[in-house]
Protein backbone atom coordinates (compact mmCIF):
# COMPACT_ATOMS: atom_id res chain seq x y z
CA UNK A 1 0.00 0.00 0.00
CA UNK A 2 1.49 3.26 -0.56
CA UNK A 3 0.00 6.62 0.57
CA UNK A 4 0.59 8.48 -2.97
CA UNK A 5 -1.70 5.65 -4.76
CA UNK A 6 -4.48 6.43 -1.98
CA UNK A 7 -4.20 10.34 -1.60
CA UNK A 8 -3.76 10.83 -5.85
CA UNK A 9 -7.33 7.88 -6.25
CA UNK A 10 -9.40 10.15 -3.44
CA UNK A 11 -8.54 13.54 -4.89
CA UNK A 12 -8.91 11.82 -8.37
CA UNK A 13 -12.33 10.47 -7.34
CA UNK A 14 -13.53 13.93 -5.10
CA UNK A 15 -12.23 15.97 -8.44
CA UNK A 16 -14.67 13.62 -10.30
CA UNK A 17 -17.58 13.93 -7.94
CA UNK A 18 -16.72 18.24 -7.61
CA UNK A 19 -17.33 18.19 -11.39
CA UNK A 20 -21.19 16.25 -11.38
CA UNK A 21 -22.68 18.98 -9.47
CA UNK A 22 -26.24 17.18 -9.65
CA UNK A 23 -25.24 13.75 -7.43
CA UNK A 24 -23.70 16.30 -4.84
CA UNK A 25 -26.53 18.18 -4.46
CA UNK A 26 -28.51 14.88 -4.33
CA UNK A 27 -26.42 13.56 -1.82
CA UNK A 28 -26.32 16.21 0.18
CA UNK A 29 -29.83 17.82 -0.18
CA UNK A 30 -32.35 14.37 -0.06
CA UNK A 31 -31.82 13.23 2.71
CA UNK A 32 -32.53 16.21 4.68
CA UNK A 33 -35.36 16.61 2.86
CA UNK A 34 -36.94 12.90 3.31
CA UNK A 35 -36.39 13.56 7.24
CA UNK A 36 -38.27 16.99 6.91
CA UNK A 37 -40.78 14.68 5.04
CA UNK A 38 -41.06 12.45 7.68
CA UNK A 39 -41.33 15.18 10.39
CA UNK A 40 -44.31 16.16 8.98
CA UNK A 41 -45.91 12.60 8.71
CA UNK A 42 -45.69 12.49 12.09
CA UNK A 43 -46.85 16.07 12.68
CA UNK A 44 -48.36 16.40 16.53
CA UNK A 45 -46.68 12.69 17.10
CA UNK A 46 -43.10 13.92 18.03
CA UNK A 47 -42.29 10.62 19.81
CA UNK A 48 -42.36 8.12 17.31
CA UNK A 49 -40.52 10.84 15.40
CA UNK A 50 -37.72 10.82 17.88
CA UNK A 51 -37.96 6.88 17.70
CA UNK A 52 -37.64 6.75 13.91
CA UNK A 53 -35.75 9.70 13.24
CA UNK A 54 -32.38 8.79 13.84
CA UNK A 55 -31.92 5.15 13.11
CA UNK A 56 -33.45 6.51 9.84
CA UNK A 57 -30.50 8.83 9.21
CA UNK A 58 -27.65 6.65 10.14
CA UNK A 59 -29.43 4.25 7.41
CA UNK A 60 -29.34 6.71 4.48
CA UNK A 61 -25.57 6.88 4.03
CA UNK A 62 -25.29 2.88 3.72
CA UNK A 63 -27.52 3.98 0.33
CA UNK A 64 -26.02 6.21 -0.85
CA UNK A 65 -22.57 4.75 -0.55
CA UNK A 66 -23.90 1.65 -1.72
CA UNK A 67 -25.27 2.67 -4.96
CA UNK A 68 -22.66 5.47 -5.87
CA UNK A 69 -19.65 3.14 -5.52
CA UNK A 70 -21.89 0.37 -7.01
CA UNK A 71 -22.29 2.45 -9.82
CA UNK A 72 -18.82 4.17 -9.78
CA UNK A 73 -16.83 0.59 -9.75
CA UNK A 74 -19.07 -0.14 -12.96
CA UNK A 75 -17.66 2.79 -14.75
CA UNK A 76 -14.31 1.77 -13.70
CA UNK A 77 -14.90 -1.46 -15.29
CA UNK A 78 -16.76 -1.39 -18.12
CA UNK A 79 -14.63 2.49 -19.22
CA UNK A 80 -11.37 0.72 -19.22
CA UNK A 81 -9.72 2.77 -16.73
CA UNK A 82 -9.38 -0.46 -14.36
CA UNK A 83 -7.58 -2.33 -16.85
CA UNK A 84 -5.17 0.44 -17.35
CA UNK A 85 -4.63 1.16 -13.80
CA UNK A 86 -4.08 -2.92 -13.17
CA UNK A 87 -1.17 -2.45 -15.87
CA UNK A 88 0.57 0.54 -13.07
CA UNK A 89 2.31 -0.19 -10.31
CA UNK A 90 -1.39 1.09 -8.12
CA UNK A 91 -2.11 -1.53 -5.51
CA UNK A 92 -5.36 -2.88 -5.58
CA UNK A 93 -5.88 -1.64 -1.71
CA UNK A 94 -4.82 1.79 -2.75
CA UNK A 95 -7.95 1.88 -5.04
CA UNK A 96 -9.72 0.80 -2.54
CA UNK A 97 -9.00 3.15 0.08
CA UNK A 98 -8.99 5.82 -2.09
CA UNK A 99 -12.64 5.51 -3.14
CA UNK A 100 -13.10 4.96 0.39
CA UNK A 101 -11.18 8.03 1.56
CA UNK A 102 -13.30 10.28 -1.57
CA UNK A 103 -16.79 9.12 -0.52
CA UNK A 104 -16.31 9.03 3.02
CA UNK A 105 -15.92 12.74 2.73
CA UNK A 106 -19.24 12.57 0.51
CA UNK A 107 -20.98 10.86 3.66
CA UNK A 108 -19.56 13.12 5.94
CA UNK A 109 -20.89 16.05 4.61
CA UNK A 110 -24.27 14.09 3.89
CA UNK A 111 -24.59 13.23 7.15
CA UNK A 112 -23.41 16.62 8.96
CA UNK A 113 -26.29 18.37 6.89
CA UNK A 114 -28.82 15.75 7.77
CA UNK A 115 -27.92 15.96 11.55
CA UNK A 116 -27.80 19.49 12.00
CA UNK A 117 -31.49 19.62 9.99
CA UNK A 118 -32.77 16.65 11.77
CA UNK A 119 -31.15 17.49 15.86
CA UNK A 120 -31.25 21.11 15.02
CA UNK A 121 -34.28 22.17 13.55
CA UNK A 122 -36.73 18.99 13.48
CA UNK A 123 -36.21 18.51 17.44
CA UNK A 124 -35.08 15.05 17.05
CA UNK A 125 -33.16 13.92 20.55
CA UNK A 126 -29.01 14.09 19.96
CA UNK A 127 -28.24 11.25 21.88
CA UNK A 128 -24.53 10.22 22.81
CA UNK A 129 -23.94 12.22 18.95
CA UNK A 130 -20.31 10.85 19.09
CA UNK A 131 -21.15 7.22 18.95
CA UNK A 132 -23.97 7.93 16.93
CA UNK A 133 -21.76 9.84 14.01
CA UNK A 134 -19.26 6.94 14.38
CA UNK A 135 -22.35 4.23 13.87
CA UNK A 136 -23.24 6.19 10.94
CA UNK A 137 -19.69 6.18 9.42
CA UNK A 138 -19.51 2.43 10.00
CA UNK A 139 -23.02 2.37 7.87
CA UNK A 140 -21.56 3.96 5.10
CA UNK A 141 -18.50 2.00 4.62
CA UNK A 142 -20.29 -0.86 4.51
CA UNK A 143 -22.88 0.39 2.19
CA UNK A 144 -19.69 1.64 -0.11
CA UNK A 145 -18.07 -2.25 0.85
CA UNK A 146 -20.96 -4.16 -0.52
CA UNK A 147 -21.56 -1.48 -3.51
CA UNK A 148 -17.94 -2.43 -4.59
CA UNK A 149 -18.60 -6.09 -4.37
CA UNK A 150 -22.14 -5.79 -6.21
CA UNK A 151 -20.19 -4.08 -9.18
CA UNK A 152 -18.43 -7.32 -10.12
CA UNK A 153 -22.16 -9.11 -11.05
CA UNK A 154 -23.46 -6.05 -12.84
CA UNK A 155 -23.12 -5.82 -16.61
CA UNK A 156 -24.51 -2.13 -16.76
CA UNK A 157 -25.54 0.67 -14.82
CA UNK A 158 -29.11 -0.50 -15.26
CA UNK A 159 -28.29 -3.81 -13.34
CA UNK A 160 -26.04 -1.79 -10.69
CA UNK A 161 -29.01 -0.04 -10.39
CA UNK A 162 -31.44 -2.69 -9.64
CA UNK A 163 -29.47 -3.86 -6.69
CA UNK A 164 -30.43 -1.79 -4.79
CA UNK A 165 -33.98 -2.95 -4.38
CA UNK A 166 -32.86 -6.76 -4.31
CA UNK A 167 -30.18 -6.34 -1.83
CA UNK A 168 -30.97 -3.75 -0.06
CA UNK A 169 -34.74 -3.14 0.37
CA UNK A 170 -35.09 -6.62 1.73
CA UNK A 171 -32.67 -6.07 4.62
CA UNK A 172 -34.21 -2.37 5.47
CA UNK A 173 -37.63 -4.63 5.38
CA UNK A 174 -36.47 -7.13 7.96
CA UNK A 175 -34.17 -5.04 10.62
CA UNK A 176 -36.81 -4.42 12.99
CA UNK A 177 -37.59 -0.35 11.80
CA UNK A 178 -41.18 -1.41 10.80
CA UNK A 179 -41.83 -4.61 12.76
CA UNK A 180 -40.37 -5.51 16.02
CA UNK A 181 -37.90 -8.28 15.04
CA UNK A 182 -38.77 -10.48 18.54
CA UNK A 183 -43.02 -10.06 16.38
CA UNK A 184 -41.69 -11.40 12.82
CA UNK A 185 -42.02 -14.85 11.61
CA UNK A 186 -39.07 -17.29 12.70
CA UNK A 187 -37.71 -17.67 9.36
CA UNK A 188 -37.67 -14.04 9.32
CA UNK A 189 -36.33 -12.81 12.29
CA UNK A 190 -33.64 -15.66 11.16
CA UNK A 191 -33.05 -14.20 7.93
CA UNK A 192 -32.39 -10.78 9.70
CA UNK A 193 -29.90 -12.21 11.75
CA UNK A 194 -27.57 -12.65 8.85
CA UNK A 195 -28.13 -9.26 7.31
CA UNK A 196 -25.62 -6.49 8.16
CA UNK A 197 -28.62 -3.69 7.93
CA UNK A 198 -30.58 -5.41 11.44
CA UNK A 199 -27.08 -4.49 13.53
CA UNK A 200 -27.05 -1.07 11.88
CA UNK A 201 -30.63 -0.53 12.92
CA UNK A 202 -30.21 -2.27 16.04
CA UNK A 203 -26.88 -0.35 17.31
CA UNK A 204 -28.42 3.28 15.74
CA UNK A 205 -31.96 2.62 17.81
CA UNK A 206 -30.40 1.47 21.32
CA UNK A 207 -27.93 4.81 20.86
CA UNK A 208 -30.04 7.34 20.06
CA UNK A 209 -33.20 5.96 22.81
CA UNK A 210 -31.20 4.95 25.59
CA UNK A 211 -29.41 7.75 27.97
CA UNK A 212 -26.57 5.30 28.66
CA UNK A 213 -25.00 3.10 25.55
CA UNK A 214 -25.60 -0.29 26.10
CA UNK A 215 -23.26 -2.73 25.99
CA UNK A 216 -24.68 -4.21 22.66
CA UNK A 217 -24.19 -1.57 20.85
CA UNK A 218 -20.30 -2.41 21.33
CA UNK A 219 -21.20 -6.28 20.52
CA UNK A 220 -23.19 -4.42 17.08
CA UNK A 221 -19.96 -2.70 16.33
CA UNK A 222 -18.01 -5.60 16.29
CA UNK A 223 -20.31 -7.66 14.18
CA UNK A 224 -20.47 -4.48 11.20
CA UNK A 225 -17.08 -4.49 11.42
CA UNK A 226 -16.77 -8.07 10.73
CA UNK A 227 -19.01 -7.29 8.06
CA UNK A 228 -17.06 -4.92 6.41
CA UNK A 229 -13.82 -6.76 7.19
CA UNK A 230 -15.23 -9.93 5.11
CA UNK A 231 -16.95 -7.09 2.42
CA UNK A 232 -13.84 -5.23 1.65
CA UNK A 233 -11.87 -8.89 0.45
CA UNK A 234 -14.84 -10.17 -1.59
CA UNK A 235 -14.67 -6.50 -2.85
CA UNK A 236 -11.13 -6.49 -3.35
CA UNK A 237 -10.89 -10.22 -4.65
CA UNK A 238 -13.91 -8.92 -7.34
CA UNK A 239 -10.94 -6.26 -8.37
CA UNK A 240 -8.38 -8.91 -10.88
CA UNK A 241 -5.53 -7.76 -12.36
CA UNK A 242 -5.60 -10.14 -14.79
CA UNK A 243 -8.66 -11.54 -16.32
CA UNK A 244 -9.37 -14.18 -19.42
CA UNK B 1 14.79 -9.32 -10.19
CA UNK B 2 16.59 -6.72 -11.68
CA UNK B 3 15.64 -4.56 -14.82
CA UNK B 4 17.54 -6.21 -17.30
CA UNK B 5 17.89 -3.32 -19.97
CA UNK B 6 20.27 -6.40 -22.22
CA UNK B 7 18.26 -8.58 -24.05
CA UNK B 8 15.20 -8.45 -25.91
CA UNK B 9 12.96 -6.18 -24.09
CA UNK B 10 9.71 -8.43 -24.96
CA UNK B 11 10.57 -12.18 -25.09
CA UNK B 12 7.27 -14.96 -25.59
CA UNK B 13 8.55 -18.65 -25.44
CA UNK B 14 5.02 -20.90 -26.61
CA UNK B 15 3.20 -18.87 -24.67
CA UNK B 16 -0.45 -19.98 -24.50
CA UNK B 17 -3.90 -17.97 -23.87
CA UNK B 18 -7.42 -19.74 -23.98
CA UNK B 19 -9.74 -17.22 -23.18
CA UNK B 20 -13.60 -18.18 -22.26
CA UNK B 21 -12.71 -21.73 -23.49
CA UNK B 22 -11.54 -20.72 -26.34
CA UNK B 23 -7.71 -21.02 -26.91
CA UNK B 24 -6.64 -17.25 -28.80
CA UNK B 25 -2.95 -18.26 -28.78
CA UNK B 26 -2.83 -22.03 -29.21
CA UNK B 27 1.65 -21.60 -29.23
CA UNK B 28 3.19 -17.92 -29.57
CA UNK B 29 7.30 -17.56 -29.79
CA UNK B 30 8.97 -14.03 -30.72
CA UNK B 31 11.15 -11.45 -29.42
CA UNK B 32 11.54 -7.57 -29.66
CA UNK B 33 15.24 -5.94 -29.18
CA UNK B 34 15.14 -2.34 -27.35
CA UNK B 35 14.08 0.57 -28.89
CA UNK B 36 12.31 -0.21 -31.56
CA UNK B 37 9.00 0.31 -33.60
CA UNK B 38 7.58 -3.73 -33.62
CA UNK B 39 4.22 -3.96 -35.72
CA UNK B 40 1.63 -6.07 -34.56
CA UNK B 41 -0.67 -6.75 -38.13
CA UNK B 42 -2.97 -9.20 -38.57
CA UNK B 43 -6.94 -9.54 -39.37
CA UNK B 44 -9.70 -8.50 -36.12
CA UNK B 45 -9.45 -11.16 -34.06
CA UNK B 46 -6.46 -12.64 -35.17
CA UNK B 47 -5.05 -12.57 -30.90
CA UNK B 48 -3.43 -9.25 -31.25
CA UNK B 49 -5.35 -7.66 -28.46
CA UNK B 50 -4.64 -10.36 -26.53
CA UNK B 51 -1.42 -10.21 -27.07
CA UNK B 52 -1.21 -6.88 -25.96
CA UNK B 53 -2.88 -7.64 -22.85
CA UNK B 54 -0.20 -10.19 -21.83
CA UNK B 55 2.53 -8.17 -22.88
CA UNK B 56 1.23 -5.57 -20.44
CA UNK B 57 -0.10 -8.37 -17.34
CA UNK B 58 -3.67 -8.52 -17.16
CA UNK B 59 -4.03 -11.74 -19.23
CA UNK B 60 -4.49 -14.67 -17.93
CA UNK B 61 -1.67 -17.13 -18.98
CA UNK B 62 -2.32 -21.11 -19.99
CA UNK B 63 1.18 -21.72 -20.53
CA UNK B 64 4.43 -20.97 -21.56
CA UNK B 65 5.94 -17.67 -20.48
CA UNK B 66 5.83 -13.85 -21.72
CA UNK B 67 8.55 -11.86 -20.12
CA UNK B 68 9.10 -8.14 -20.14
CA UNK B 69 12.96 -6.42 -19.68
CA UNK B 70 14.22 -9.86 -18.28
CA UNK B 71 11.31 -11.27 -15.64
CA UNK B 72 7.72 -12.16 -16.10
CA UNK B 73 5.20 -9.55 -17.72
CA UNK B 74 2.94 -7.72 -15.10
CA UNK B 75 5.40 -8.08 -12.13
CA UNK B 76 5.17 -5.03 -10.03
CA UNK B 77 8.72 -4.04 -10.67
CA UNK B 78 7.77 -3.56 -13.80
CA UNK B 79 4.64 -2.30 -14.33
CA UNK B 80 5.76 1.06 -13.88
CA UNK B 81 8.09 0.68 -16.69
CA UNK B 82 5.56 -0.27 -19.56
CA UNK B 83 3.03 2.16 -20.75
CA UNK B 84 -0.19 0.87 -21.82
CA UNK B 85 -2.85 2.32 -24.50
CA UNK B 86 -6.20 0.48 -24.76
CA UNK B 87 -8.14 0.45 -28.02
CA UNK B 88 -10.92 2.78 -26.87
CA UNK B 89 -9.73 5.70 -24.70
CA UNK B 90 -9.06 4.60 -21.33
CA UNK B 91 -9.37 7.77 -19.68
CA UNK B 92 -11.73 10.10 -17.34
CA UNK B 93 -14.43 11.59 -19.39
CA UNK B 94 -15.53 13.42 -16.45
CA UNK B 95 -11.45 15.08 -15.47
CA UNK B 96 -10.02 17.61 -17.76
CA UNK B 97 -7.00 16.47 -19.73
CA UNK B 98 -4.83 17.60 -16.93
CA UNK B 99 -6.68 16.40 -14.41
CA UNK B 100 -6.50 13.11 -16.12
CA UNK B 101 -2.76 12.99 -16.78
CA UNK B 102 -1.91 14.36 -13.14
CA UNK B 103 -3.89 11.33 -11.78
CA UNK B 104 -1.98 8.59 -14.20
CA UNK B 105 1.82 10.27 -13.49
CA UNK B 106 1.37 9.95 -9.76
CA UNK B 107 0.59 6.24 -9.70
CA UNK B 108 3.20 5.99 -12.32
CA UNK B 109 5.30 7.96 -9.51
CA UNK B 110 7.32 9.94 -12.86
CA UNK B 111 8.11 13.38 -12.49
CA UNK B 112 5.24 16.02 -12.27
CA UNK B 113 6.89 17.93 -15.14
CA UNK B 114 6.22 15.02 -17.61
CA UNK B 115 2.63 16.31 -17.40
CA UNK B 116 3.03 19.30 -19.22
CA UNK B 117 5.43 18.01 -21.40
CA UNK B 118 3.42 15.31 -22.64
CA UNK B 119 0.30 17.64 -23.11
CA UNK B 120 2.97 19.44 -25.63
CA UNK B 121 3.86 15.72 -27.39
CA UNK B 122 0.14 14.75 -27.96
CA UNK B 123 -0.41 18.04 -29.34
CA UNK B 124 -3.41 19.23 -26.90
CA UNK B 125 -1.45 22.21 -25.30
CA UNK B 126 -4.66 24.26 -25.95
CA UNK B 127 -6.85 21.85 -24.29
CA UNK B 128 -5.14 21.02 -21.00
CA UNK B 129 -8.18 22.26 -18.95
CA UNK B 130 -11.05 20.67 -21.34
CA UNK B 131 -13.04 18.05 -19.65
CA UNK B 132 -12.36 14.77 -21.70
CA UNK B 133 -15.97 14.51 -22.03
CA UNK B 134 -15.77 17.25 -24.82
CA UNK B 135 -13.18 16.37 -26.60
CA UNK B 136 -13.69 14.86 -30.19
CA UNK B 137 -13.06 11.05 -30.65
CA UNK B 138 -9.22 12.16 -31.94
CA UNK B 139 -8.43 14.33 -29.40
CA UNK B 140 -9.51 11.31 -26.47
CA UNK B 141 -7.51 9.15 -28.10
CA UNK B 142 -4.54 11.17 -27.66
CA UNK B 143 -5.20 11.55 -24.15
CA UNK B 144 -5.54 8.00 -23.90
CA UNK B 145 -2.02 8.12 -25.20
CA UNK B 146 -0.84 11.21 -23.31
CA UNK B 147 -1.85 9.18 -20.33
CA UNK B 148 0.38 6.38 -20.81
CA UNK B 149 3.19 8.01 -22.03
CA UNK B 150 3.57 10.75 -18.64
CA UNK B 151 4.57 7.34 -16.44
CA UNK B 152 7.85 7.68 -18.77
CA UNK B 153 7.76 3.69 -19.92
CA UNK B 154 10.49 1.86 -21.41
CA UNK B 155 8.16 -0.33 -23.48
CA UNK B 156 5.09 1.41 -24.83
CA UNK B 157 2.31 -1.01 -25.77
CA UNK B 158 -0.53 0.83 -28.19
CA UNK B 159 -3.57 -1.64 -29.08
CA UNK B 160 -4.83 -0.15 -32.33
CA UNK B 161 -3.99 3.65 -31.80
CA UNK B 162 -4.88 4.95 -34.81
CA UNK B 163 -8.43 3.64 -35.46
CA UNK B 164 -10.56 6.39 -36.45
CA UNK B 165 -8.43 9.02 -36.84
CA UNK B 166 -7.83 11.39 -39.84
CA UNK B 167 -4.96 10.98 -41.86
CA UNK B 168 -3.12 13.92 -41.25
CA UNK B 169 -3.35 13.03 -37.37
CA UNK B 170 -2.04 9.85 -37.87
CA UNK B 171 1.21 11.06 -39.59
CA UNK B 172 1.73 13.13 -36.72
CA UNK B 173 0.84 10.15 -34.17
CA UNK B 174 3.56 8.23 -36.10
CA UNK B 175 6.20 10.36 -35.92
CA UNK B 176 5.76 10.79 -32.76
CA UNK B 177 6.26 7.19 -32.16
CA UNK B 178 9.77 7.30 -34.22
CA UNK B 179 10.54 10.23 -32.22
CA UNK B 180 10.28 7.85 -29.21
CA UNK B 181 11.89 5.07 -30.42
CA UNK B 182 14.96 7.17 -31.36
CA UNK B 183 14.99 8.26 -27.57
CA UNK B 184 15.08 4.51 -26.35
CA UNK B 185 11.71 3.47 -25.75
CA UNK B 186 10.52 0.29 -27.58
CA UNK B 187 7.55 0.05 -29.25
CA UNK B 188 4.68 -2.36 -29.89
CA UNK B 189 1.66 -1.09 -32.19
CA UNK B 190 -1.09 -3.34 -33.31
CA UNK B 191 -3.02 -2.67 -36.15
CA UNK B 192 -5.39 -4.07 -38.99
CA UNK B 193 -5.08 -1.40 -41.14
CA UNK B 194 -1.64 -3.27 -43.35
CA UNK B 195 -0.72 0.61 -44.54
CA UNK B 196 0.96 1.34 -41.15
CA UNK B 197 3.44 -1.42 -41.92
CA UNK B 198 5.89 0.42 -43.79
CA UNK B 199 6.35 2.99 -40.77
CA UNK B 200 7.45 -0.37 -38.50
CA UNK B 201 11.09 -1.56 -38.92
CA UNK B 202 9.97 -5.31 -37.72
CA UNK B 203 6.71 -6.89 -38.64
CA UNK B 204 4.41 -9.58 -36.48
CA UNK B 205 1.89 -11.24 -38.57
CA UNK B 206 -0.60 -12.66 -37.07
CA UNK B 207 -3.58 -14.78 -38.38
CA UNK B 208 -5.83 -17.09 -35.78
CA UNK B 209 -3.24 -16.60 -32.99
CA UNK B 210 -0.31 -17.74 -34.84
CA UNK B 211 2.44 -15.98 -36.06
CA UNK B 212 2.49 -16.14 -39.60
CA UNK B 213 5.58 -14.32 -40.16
CA UNK B 214 8.01 -12.75 -38.63
CA UNK B 215 9.59 -9.83 -40.59
CA UNK B 216 10.41 -6.47 -42.15
CA UNK B 217 8.50 -4.39 -44.77
CA UNK B 218 11.29 -4.64 -47.15
CA UNK B 219 11.52 -9.02 -46.07
CA UNK B 220 7.84 -9.06 -46.68
CA UNK B 221 8.03 -7.93 -50.28
CA UNK B 222 10.67 -9.20 -51.07
CA UNK B 223 9.38 -12.56 -50.16
CA UNK B 224 5.85 -12.21 -51.96
CA UNK B 225 7.38 -9.81 -54.47
CA UNK B 226 4.06 -7.72 -54.18
CA UNK B 227 4.93 -3.71 -53.56
CA UNK B 228 1.70 -3.48 -51.65
CA UNK B 229 2.07 -4.76 -48.39
CA UNK B 230 -1.44 -5.57 -47.89
CA UNK B 231 -1.61 -7.82 -50.97
CA UNK B 232 2.12 -8.85 -49.70
CA UNK B 233 0.41 -9.98 -46.33
CA UNK B 234 -2.99 -11.73 -48.24
CA UNK B 235 -0.35 -13.57 -51.02
CA UNK B 236 1.35 -15.22 -47.93
CA UNK B 237 -1.55 -16.38 -46.20
CA UNK B 238 -3.05 -17.96 -49.37
CA UNK B 239 0.18 -19.40 -50.04
CA UNK B 240 0.52 -20.80 -46.25
CA UNK B 241 -2.83 -22.31 -46.94
CA UNK B 242 -1.48 -23.80 -49.71
CA UNK B 243 1.04 -25.21 -48.03
Known amino acids: MSTSGTLSTALRVLSQLRRDHRTVALIVVVPSVLLTLLRFLFDGQQATFDRIAPPMLGLIPFFTMFIVTSVAMLRERTSGTLERLMSTPIAKIDLIVGYAMAFGVAALLQVGVASTITFGFLGAPSNHLVVFLGLAGLSALLGMA ?56 DALELVSTRQTVPGQVGRDAIVLVGFLVAALILGAATLRRRTD | MPLSTEGPVIEASHLKVVRGGTTVLPDLSFSVAAGSVTGLLGPSGSGKSTLIRAIVGV ?55 AVEEVIEVVGLADFGNRVVGRLSGGQRSRVSLAAALVGKPDVLVLDEPTVGLDPVLRVELWSTFHRLAESGVTLMVSSHVMDEADECQRLLLMRDGHLVADTTPTGLRDSTGEADLGRAFLRLITHEEAA
Open chain 2, 59 to 113: QHIAGGEINVLGGPAGRPEVRGRVGYVTQDASVYEDLTVRENLRYFQRIAGSPRD
Open chain 1, 146 to 201: LGLFASAFANSEFQAVQFMPAFVLPQLLVCGLFVPRALMVGWLEALSNVFPLTYTY
